[in-house]
Each structure stands twice: as C-alpha cells, then as structure tokens.
C-alpha cells in the first residue's frame, strides 16, 4: 500500500498568493483528516471528512481556509489569499472508521509551507 | 477545558538508559490515548492505543501504560534509532487532541 499521498512536500509563495494543498487518502478509507502542525502550536485539526462530506471544520482558522473532498481518493485544502502566519506543516491522515473512531490514524508525509 | 501536557519537552538519554516520557489529559468523555512516533521530515506514525486504566501495551523497547488522568511510554535499554519525538493524542467524542510532544534524543 502507497500510504497516504500528499503535494506538493515543500511550497513557498508570497503573501496573497493561492495555495492549494493535496491529498490522496489510503485506498478503502471512509475518514480523512487535514491537520496543521507548528512548534508553538503542535498538532491542529483543521478539518475531516467521513465519506467525503464535511462533518467538524471548527478548527478552520478562518475564510480564507477552505477544503474539498470531490470523491474518495482526493482531497485539498486551499489557502486565499495566504498570510505569512499560515507557515506550517500541514499533514493530512486517513482512518478505515466512520467518523472519528477509536481507530489509528495514517499519516501523509506532509507539505512544508512557507508565506514570504 | 480539553487539553492534553506531555512532559519533558526534550530528553537525553544514553544508549541503554531506561527512562518515562509522561502524557497527562484534561479531557471529558475519553475514548482512547493514542502514542505516535514522529520522525524529523515526516508524519506521526502510530504505535498504541490504550482504552481503560490499567491497560499496558509493549512494543519493542517501549510499554505504554495508562491511568484515570495519564499515561506513560516506558523506553527500556533505547538505542539511537529510538530518537524522534514521541506524541500523544486522546479522543474524545468529537475529536483528537494533540500534546506538543517529547522530542528524544539517544546517544550512542
């Protein structure tokens, strides 16, 4: 199995510019997770998605993040415009459960993003 | 307010120097502690979970152990290859809360 696909690993761009974040979850998966991780914050959840409808997007910071999950092999996360503060690394993660469950999350890699 | 500490923030330890990394959570409703191990450069991988207190788990070098208020990863005789930062995350009915995790450093 190809684990949890994310891209792109590292983007750099300029405060205001659109940034869009992707992610292949683990094939079979029903539950999908966009989380921010900075050293002064830790581990954030953003988003997640049971069967790719919205179900708790509290932890979104604010409007200008949005995120999609068209069908069950993609998912993104869009940042418009981008703020320097958005610098971060954001991991997306998949469960086999329904919702969130006791059951053990998958990882991406993660996109190192960093607002010039 | 829902909240989960880990402590220390960093440890060093010598090759085959036993010692505690702490997890302690202030969340209402918990049903389950999770460990992962997060490597420089790449996402948590999972290691445990534990569901009541009392429960242990053993991998390896490492047992986790959990009680009403806290848990504990227990690192028997680390090598350097158990360097990385070890994170913590319970679940509640509605969602995961992460500790800031504890970085490990093992010195050959």
């Not at chain 1, 979850?25 to 029903?30: F, K, L």
């Not at chain 1, 988003?47 to 979104?60: A, E, K, Q």
């Not at chain 1, 869009?78 to 006791?102: M, T, W």
Request: aromatic share 10%; glycine share 8%.
């Amino acid at each position: 199995d190809a684990g949890v696909i994310q891209s792109p690993r590292h983007e750099v761009t300029e405060m205001g510019q659109e940034v869009t974040l992707r992610c292949k979850p683990i094939s079979g998966h029903n539950s999908l997770f966009w989380y921010r991780q900075t050293m002064m914050r830790g581990l954030e959840l953003l988003i997640y998605f049971n069967n790719n409808v919205p179900i708790d997007d509290s932890g979104m910071p604010e409007d200008r993040f949005s995120a999609k999950m068209p069908n069950a092999s993609f998912s993104t996360l869009k940042i418009q415009p981008s703020e320097p503060r958005d610098s971060a690394v954001y991991f997306c993660a998949s469960s086999l459960g329904q919702g969130i469950s006791n059951e053990k999350l998958f990882f991406g890699s993660g996109t190192q993003l960093s607002v010039l | 307010e829902d909240q989960v500490t880990q402590s220390p923030e960093a440890l060093r330890l010598q090759e085959g120097e036993s010692s505690s990394l702490n997890c302690s959570y202030t969340v209402s409703g918990l049903r389950g502690l999770f460990w992962y191990r997060q490597d420089p450069g790449k996402g948590p991988e999972f290691l445990f979970t534990l569901y009541s207190a009392g429960e242990e788990k053993e991998k390896e070098r490492l047992k986790a152990t959990l009680t009403k208020k806290e848990s504990f990863l227990h690192i028997t005789a680390p090598k350097p290859e158990d360097s990385a930062t070890y994170l913590c995350a319970v679940h509640n009915f509605n969602k995961f809360y992460f500790g800031s995790g504890t970085k490990l450093n093992v010195k050959p």
